[in-house]
């Protein structure tokens, strides 16, 4: 499925999988990055708490960017983009997100493992 994912620190994981019980399934996840803020976030599907949060802001999506880069490396389709100037590079803030997001690029996935 296609996904933006925004990384906070930089990490490199060649191999992947969904499946629960593959050597490199997501329970390895956390080890590869040795972090907890990271794509892909395991999210349950129940125990979680209500909670309302302010809309998602998101700017400047609607305009096109001045260049625009996909490249497929066998395991992603990666888009990076440059805008036609700073001041619309496309943003993302609100919905409880405590700072401004820059979009840096698009990664796309497919398939259950990273052969796929």
Request: glycine share 8%; charged share 15%; net charge negative.
């Amino acid at each position: 499925f296609p996904a933006i994912i925004f990384m906070s620190s930089s990490c490199h994981v060649e191999a992947w999988s969904y499946h629960p019980q593959a050597a490199d399934g997501p329970d390895t996840w956390g080890f590869s990055c040795k972090g907890r803020q990271q794509s892909p976030v395991n999210i349950p599907r129940s125990g979680l708490p209500d909670l309302v949060l302010p809309p998602l802001i998101l700017e400047h999506y609607d305009m096109a960017p001045e260049v625009a880069i996909l490249r497929n490396n066998g395991h992603t389709a990666v888009m990076s983009m440059k805008p036609f100037k700073p001041e619309v590079t496309p943003l993302m803030s609100g919905g409880g997100l405590a700072h401004t997001y820059k979009l840096a690029q698009a990664t796309f996935h497919w398939g259950e493992s990273a052969g796929q």
